[in-house]
């Protein structure tokens, strides 16, 4: 039974959550109590210790994230929930930490869990909250990925391209260095479009930094600053010519 705490400044989300893990995790999932402060919060989590903690981006003048800062090492679980804008969402997925968008969805909110009770080796929390932090009021992006051993912090600027293997996908860093992550493709491509990455091919993912030159010959394909000669498909090569002149 994993043992939890809801930190939420609104009562209503507060009562759909509590009325959610009561209805479709209660088997899994023990809500100790619930808080409305940053404050409340913080002291909460020193004296009931939680395995899981709920936690509100917003808290009433205050964020989750001052309750983190203060506490140093993570010793527990935690998935966000925001209403946050899509800036904010990238953060979060680029750092690997799970969140809910309000108002909670059944499905999504057990699939949270399951990710929560499959995670093993645990990856460090700390570590990822310190990737999220840094992208929300740092300089340079940087991304989680998680590896056979652990986890990779990558500077986003320094992938150079991402290779699709069915459900799995190599990542291809700007000093040679080659991650493989169990991650589809399409999940990159979801996160990395918006920073100058473009799908060149169903297999393919590249930053367009980092392209050497483009040939029209053997029906296209860019040659990429690590001397990787990569085909452009036929169908996304208007697109890509269209995205490149705008560099």
């Known amino acids: 039974m994993i043992?939890?705490?809801?930190?939420?400044?609104?009562?209503?989300?507060?009562?759909?959550?509590?009325?959610?893990?009561?209805?479709?995790l209660s088997s899994a999932i023990h809500?100790?109590?619930?808080?409305?402060?940053?404050?409340?919060?913080?002291?909460?989590?020193?004296?009931?210790?939680?395995?899981?903690?709920?936690?509100?981006?917003q808290l009433n003048g205050k964020t989750g994230f001052d309750i983190l800062k203060q506490l140093g090492d993570i010793k527990f679980e935690i998935i966000f929930t925001t209403a946050y804008e899509k800036y904010a969402i990238q953060a979060f997925k680029f750092s690997a930490l799970d969140y809910l968008l309000k108002p909670v969805d059944p499905d999504d909110l057990k699939q949270?869990?399951?990710?929560?009770?499959?995670?093993?080796?645990?990856?460090?929390?700390?570590?990822?909250?310190?990737?999220?932090?840094?992208?929300?009021?740092?300089?340079g992006k940087r991304?989680?990925?998680?590896?056979?051993?652990g986890l990779v912090v990558l500077k986003v600027d320094d992938i150079v391209r991402c290779e699709s293997d069915?459900?799995?996908?190599?990542?291809?860093?700007?000093?040679?260095?080659?991650?493989?992550?169990?991650k589809i493709l399409?999940?990159?491509?979801?996160?990395?479009?918006?920073?100058?990455?473009?799908?060149?091919h169903n297999s393919h993912l590249i930053n367009l930094a980092y392209?050497?030159?483009?040939?029209?010959?053997?029906?296209?394909?860019?040659?990429?600053m690590d001397n990787s000669d990569i085909?452009?498909?036929t169908r996304r090569r208007d697109d890509f010519l269209k995205k490149l002149s705008q560099i």
């Open 3 to 24: 043992r939890a705490l809801i930190i939420d400044d609104e009562q209503h989300c507060i009562d759909r959550l509590r009325g959610l893990l009561a209805e479709h």
């Open 31 to 57: 809500v100790m109590d619930s808080f409305k402060t940053a404050d409340e919060g913080l002291q909460a989590i020193h004296r009931y210790k939680p395995d899981l903690v709920f936690m509100d981006v």
């Open 112 to 139: 949270a869990i399951t990710r929560l009770v499959e995670r093993n080796p645990k990856i460090e929390t700390t570590q990822k909250l310190e990737t999220l932090l840094g992208n929300f009021y740092g300089a």
């Open 143 to 149: 991304i989680c990925v998680p590896v056979v051993n």
């Open 166 to 182: 069915i459900n799995y996908t190599t990542i291809f860093m700007k000093d040679k260095q080659k991650l493989t992550v169990a």
């Open 186 to 200: 399409k999940e990159f491509e979801e996160m990395l479009t918006e920073y100058n990455f473009f799908r060149i």
């Open 211 to 224: 392209i050497k030159s483009y040939n029209k010959g053997k029906g296209g394909f860019v040659t990429m």
């Open 231 to 233: 085909e452009v498909s």
